[in-house]
């Protein structure tokens, strides 16, 4: 059974970088769309960025772009989000997620950790 596990979360002010990291077991990355959501108290799961196909196309959430990084590292099978000039509103709880190109029933999401971002 796939299993999503997320790391790397924590507390740190603005300007600050945190790297998240999502181990998945018995997964195949190359056939899963691998991504990363967040999500806050009373609002609804939102897209942060997503890879394809082994990191041969990326896509970001324009609140995000230029700032976060996707990408995996495959002797590990894991995924990494990497968060650079962090912002309160990036506050949230942030969740990783795989979902099957082939059978869009075959959709798995990790147990989420909580990003802080304050001064």
């Known amino acids: 059974q796939v299993r999503l596990v997320e790391s790397g979360g924590g507390s740190v002010k603005p300007g600050g970088s945190l790297r998240l990291s999502c181990a998945a077991s018995v997964l195949t990355f190359s056939n899963y769309a691998m991504s990363w959501y967040r999500q806050t108290p009373g609002k609804e799961r939102e897209l942060v960025a997503s890879?394809?196909?082994?990191?041969?196309?990326?896509n970001y959430a324009d609140s995000v772009k230029g700032r976060f990084t996707v990408g995996r590292v495959s002797a590990e099978n894991t995924v990494y989000l990497q968060m650079n000039s962090l912002k309160p509103e990036d506050t949230a709880v942030y969740f990783c997620?795989?979902?099957?190109?082939?059978?869009?029933?075959?959709?798995?999401w990790g147990q989420g950790t909580q990003v802080t971002v304050s001064s």
């Open positions: 890879f394809h196909r082994g990191s041969l196309a990326t």
């Open positions: 997620n795989a979902r099957s190109y082939y059978n869009t029933a075959l959709d798995y």
